[in-house]
């Protein structure tokens, strides 16, 4: 019998570039449809939606290997670190 593994990554963003909430949410929407592109994964924005600066991202990936799905998410969440006007504040990656 399989099982699937889901991975899901957080990745809590400091947007210092964005000055207000319609330019986080243009900044926040063309970075989730690259990196939903470019690793087939899902994403969201998950917590701090009404505070411009500040964005909480969600990556889940389903897999039939935990390690292949922590390390697309893995890869996802360095992707975004590498493409955002600003800076990372916490990480965590949970298998279940």
Do not use: P, Y
């Amino acid at each position: 019998m399989s099982r699937a593994r889901v991975a899901v990554g957080t990745i809590e963003l400091h947007l210092s570039g964005v000055d207000s909430l319609k330019g986080k949410r243009h900044v926040l929407k063309g970075l989730k449809e690259r990196v939903r592109a470019r690793f087939e994964v899902a994403v969201a924005e998950v917590d701090h939606h009404d505070i411009w600066q500040r964005a909480t991202l969600a990556v889940a990936c389903v897999s039939h290997d935990s390690r292949h799905a922590n390390e697309v998410v893995s890869k996802a969440m360095d992707f975004i670190e590498a493409s955002i006007d600003g800076s990372v504040i916490d990480t965590s990656v949970e298998i279940l």
